[in-house]
C-alpha cells in the first residue's frame, strides 16, 4: 500500500462528516492489504473512533467494526477493552452477540467473555437464534475456545450450552434420517449355492469356500457382542493411548476451514468476512455460490453447524473434568443416532462416547444409565448387521466396529472388583426390574468367571423371560416396557443379553448350513400334476364351494401323506364308493396355498410349486403337518427350503410359532433361535415373542429349547 494512507485514513476517522467515505475505502483496502492496513491504522489511534461507529445510532457501520476487529490484530488489540466490553453488554443494539463473539480469538479476550458473563450471554442467543448464519459465527467463536481449558470447562458447565447441541443434534437427525434398508446379497448367495453343489471346478471352488467363509466371518458376532478384553484396564491403555486432541485436529467441512487461524483462509469460508456485501468479491466465490441453490446451501450450514457442535463436544470430552457435565442419557443418545442414523456421519464423534467408556470415576453412573444397552441397540446392532448375508455395508460396519470398542473399553472398567461390587449390590433389590437389569449387564460386560459365578445372573435372566411371558397381560406390561425413553424392549434386553452367550464357532456352523433357495426357473422341474401318468386314479380337490382347487394322481399322494394314505388305502366310505373327492375347510387356508401343498405333495419340481413368501411357508408347515407329510415338511424346512430363506427378523413373529410346533427338520430350531438372538431387532423380537406368548405350552417350549440351544452353543458353562 502507498506511503502511509492508512494512518492518515484513521486519523480521519475522527471527522464524523468524512466518515462515510473514509469507511468505503477502508473496507476496499481490507479486502487487499489487511496486514499493512491492520499496521497503519494501529498506529494511528483511531480505536476509539472505531469503538464509537459500532454505537453510533445507524447501524451501517457496526458489520465494517466487527470484519476490521475480527481480521485484525494491532488494531483488535487496542480495542480489547473491559470498557468496550462492559459497554457491548448493557447496550441493546441487536449486532452486540456478533461483536462479543469476536472477541473469542484471543486469549484475553476469551478470558473477559468467561470472567465478565458475556461468554453465557452469547450461548443464550446462540441458543435462542434460528438465524443459520448468527448461529455458524457463533459455532466459529466457540471454536476457538478450543485453546482455552477454562473456557471449555465454563462451556461444558453451562447448561443451557449442552442442552442446545442436544436439541440441535437431534433435530438434525430428524430432519436427515438416513437409515440403511439392509438387503440380501444376491450374487453372494448365488455363489454360496454354487460351492454347495460342487457344479464348479475343484479349484475354482476352494478358492469361493474361502471368500465365502471370509465373508461370513462378519456375522460370528453375537447380536450383543464385542471381543471380550484380554487385558488389564491400565495395559489396554498403553497399547491404544487415548486420544488426545492436537490444535490441527478438525473436521473436514466447511466449519473446518472457517476455524482456520489466518484471515485468508476465513475468507474462502463462512468466515465474517463473507459478510463484506457491498465490497466487491472474488469471481471465483459468485460462481461457486451461483451453482448452489438455496435449499442446497441451507442444507450445508446446517450440517456445518451440527457437525460443528459435535466437533465441540468432541472436544469437551477430552478433558476429565467436563466428563460429569457431559454423561447424560440425552447426551449419549444424541451421539449414537447421530452416528447410526445420518448419512456419512463424522465417525470420529465416537469419542465423545469412548472418552465417558474409559473414565472409572463414572462407571456406576453409566451402569445406571445403562449405558451398555445404548451402545448394543444403538450401533453394536445397527441395520445391515442383523440381516443374514446382507450386502456388505461400510456404514453399519463401521458402527458395531466402534460400538464394539467402547464396549471393550467400558467393560475394562466394570469387569473388576470396584465396577462389579456395584452390580452385585443390585442383585439384593426387591424390585425384579432392578435384578434383571443388573444381571442383563452381569452377562454383557463381566466375562471373568470368579465374578460372574457370584450372583445367579443367568438364573435370574431366564427367571424373568418366564415371568414376563408367562401370560399375555404380563408380556404387555413388563415385557413391552422400556427401562429408558426409546429405548429397546424389557424383554428383548433379556434375549439380546442371552445372545452374547453363544459362541462365534456355533454361529457360523449354523450360517454354513443355510443355503439359499431358488425358487424352480419357468421350463423346469416336472409336474405329475399337468402331465399324469396315463391311467393312473385321480384324487380331485375342491373348496367348499365345490370349485376345483387341482387334480392330482391318487398314488403320489397316498405316497406322500400318512393321512391321505390312511383314508384311501383302508375301508374307508371314500374307496368303497369310489369317491375322488377332497373337500378343503377354506378357514385352514387360501386355495392358492392349498394348490401349492398339492402340487408339492405330488413332488411337483416346476414352477408350480413355488414358494413366495413366509407366510406362504406357515401354512404349508401347517398343512403338511395336518395331513402327516413328512417329506414337504422336510423340503420346505432343510438347507435348500424356503422356510430359511424367508426366515429373518421381520417374518420371525410368523415363524416362530410354526418352528416351535413343528419337527420338519432337526437343524430348523436351532436357525430359527440363531434369527431371535442374532438376526432380530429388538422390534422384531418383541413381536415374534408376543405371537407365542399366548399359548403356555409354547412357552415351555420355548424356554426350554432356547435354555438347551444355549447350552449347547454358549461360551460359558450354564
Ligand atoms: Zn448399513
Ligand atoms: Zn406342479
Redesign the pocket.
Known amino acids: 500500500m502507498l506511503s502511509n494512507g492508512g494512518f492518515y485514513l484513521g486519523k480521519l476517522l475522527s471527522n464524523v462528516d468524512r466518515r462515510e467515505e473514509v469507511v468505503k475505502i477502508l473496507k476496499v483496502l481490507m479486502k487487499r492489504h489487511m496486514n499493512v492496513l491492520d499496521r497503519q491504522l494501529s498506529r494511528s489511534e483511531c480505536s476509539e473512533q472505531v469503538i464509537a461507529m459500532f454505537f453510533e445510532k445507524s447501524n451501517k457501520n457496526r458489520q465494517f467494526v466487527i470484519d476490521l476487529f475480527s481480521n485484525s490484530i494491532g488494531i483488535r488489540e487496542q480495542m480489547e477493552t473491559e470498557g468496550f466490553i462492559d459497554q457491548l453488554l448493557s447496550s441493546a443494539i441487536p449486532e452486540k452477540n456478533k461483536m462479543l463473539a469476536a472477541f473469542s480469538q484471543t486469549a484475553w479476550g476469551r478470558a473477559k467473555l468467561r470472567t465478565s458473563g458475556a461468554l453465557d450471554v452469547v450461548v443464550d442467543v446462540f441458543s435462542s437464534s434460528t438465524e443459520i448464519e448468527e448461529k455458524l459465527s457463533f459455532i466459529a467463536a466457540f471454536r476457538h475456545f478450543v485453546h482455552d481449558t477454562a473456557g471449555m470447562r465454563h462451556l461444558s458447565e453451562n447448561l443451557v450450552f449442552v442442552n442446545t447441541v442436544v436439541r440441535d443434534i437431534n433435530k438434525y437427525v430428524e430432519e436427515y434420517r438416513n437409515e440403511c434398508v439392509p438387503s440380501v446379497d444376491m450374487e453372494f448367495v448365488t455363489k454360496l449355492r454354487a460351492v454347495d453343489s460342487e457344479t464348479l471346478e475343484n479349484e475354482q471352488a476352494m478358492a469361493l469356500v474361502e471368500e465365502t467363509v471370509d465373508r461370513l466371518h462378519k456375522d460370528f458376532y453375537s447380536m450383543w457382542s464385542y471381543d471380550t478384553p484380554q487385558t488389564s484396564p491400565r495395559r489396554a491403555h498403553s497399547m491404544s493411548p487415548p486420544y488426545s486432541p492436537s490444535p490441527n485436529y478438525s473436521f473436514p467441512s466447511s466449519v473446518a476451514s472457517s476455524a482456520g487461524s489466518s484471515p485468508a483462509a476465513r475468507r474462502t469460508s463462512e468466515g465474517i468476512l463473507d459478510e463484506l456485501s457491498d465490497v466487491e468479491s472474488d469471481h471465483e466465490e459468485e460462481k461457486k455460490e451461483e451453482k448452489e441453490t438455496i435449499e442446497e446451501k441451507r442444507k450445508r450450514q446446517e450440517k456445518s453447524i451440527v457437525e460443528g457442535e459435535l466437533w465441540l463436544l468432541t472436544w469437551l470430552a477430552q478433558d476429565d473434568h467436563n466428563l460429569q457435565f457431559l454423561i447424560r442419557d440425552d447426551v449419549v443418545d444424541c451421539v449414537v443416532s447421530y452416528l447410526r442414523s445420518t448419512r456419512d456421519p463424522d465417525f470420529r464423534t465416537y469419542r465423545v462416547l469412548r472418552r465417558m467408556a474409559t473414565h472409572r470415576t463414572h462407571v456406576y453412573r453409566l451402569l445406571d444409565l445403562e449405558f451398555h444397552v445404548r451402545i448394543l441397540t444403538g450401533l453394536c446392532a445397527a441395520p445391515c448387521r442383523m440381516l443374514k448375508y446382507a450386502v456388505p455395508c461400510k456404514h453399519c460396519d463401521k458402527c458395531a466396529e466402534h460400538g464394539r470398542e467402547i464396549l471393550r473399553e467400558f467393560a475394562s472398567h466394570v469387569d473388576n472388583s470396584y465396577g462389579d461390587a456395584h452390580i452385585n449390590s443390585q442383585f439384593t433389590k426387591d424390585d425384579f426390574v432392578h435384578r434383571t437389569k443388573a444381571a442383563i449387564a452381569k452377562i454383557v460386560l463381566v466375562k471373568e468367571r470368579i465374578r460372574l459365578a457370584k450372583v445367579p445372573a443367568l438364573t435370574e435372566l431366564f427367571d424373568a423371560l418366564s415371568h414376563v411371558m408367562s401370560s399375555p397381560e404380563n408380556f404387555k406390561e413388563i415385557g413391552k416396557m422400556t427401562t429408558y425413553e426409546n429405548g429397546p424392549s424389557f424383554v428383548s434386553q433379556i434375549i439380546g443379553a442371552l445372545s452374547i452367550l453363544i459362541s462365534g464357532q456355533k454361529i457360523k456352523e449354523l450360517c454354513l448350513n443355510d443355503m439359499w433357495y431358488f425358487p424352480p426357473k419357468p421350463g423346469t422341474g416336472q409336474?405329475l400334476?399337468?402331465a399324469p401318468p396315463p391311467g393312473e386314479e385321480l384324487l380331485r380337490f375342491i373348496d367348499d364351494a365345490d370349485s376345483e382347487i387341482a387334480v392330482a394322481p391318487m398314488k403320489t399322494v397316498c405316497e406322500n401323506s400318512h393321512y391321505f394314505e390312511g383314508m384311501y388305502s383302508s375301508d374307508f366310505v371314500e374307496k368303497t364308493e369310489a369317491v375322488r373327492t377332497f373337500q378343503v375347510q377354506s378357514e385352514s387356508c387360501s386355495p392358492e396355498d392349498f394348490r401349492i401343498f398339492i402340487?408339492l405333495l405330488?413332488t411337483?419340481t416346476?414352477t408350480?410349486?413355488t414358494v413366495s413368501s413366509a407366510e406362504q411357508c406357515a401354512t404349508l408347515l401347517a398343512l403338511s403337518d395336518q395331513f402327516l407329510c413328512p417329506d414337504v415338511s422336510e423340503r420346505l424346512c432343510n438347507i435348500y427350503g424356503p422356510l430359511r430363506t424367508y426366515l429373518n427378523g421381520p417374518s420371525l413373529h410368523t415363524l416362530l410359532p410354526v418352528a416351535l410346533a413343528t419337527s420338519g427338520h432337526p437343524t430348523l430350531l436351532d436357525t430359527v433361535l440363531l434369527t431371535l438372538v442374532r438376526f432380530s431387532s429388538s422390534e422384531n423380537v418383541t413381536a415374534a415373542l408376543e405371537a407365542i406368548c399366548e399359548n403356555s405350552t409354547v412357552v415351555n417350549t420355548f424356554i426350554t429349547s432356547l435354555r438347551a440351544f444355549l447350552t449347547r452353543s454358549a461360551n460359558i458353562d450354564m
Open positions: 409336474c400334476l399337468e402340487h405330488s411337483c416346476a408350480c410349486s
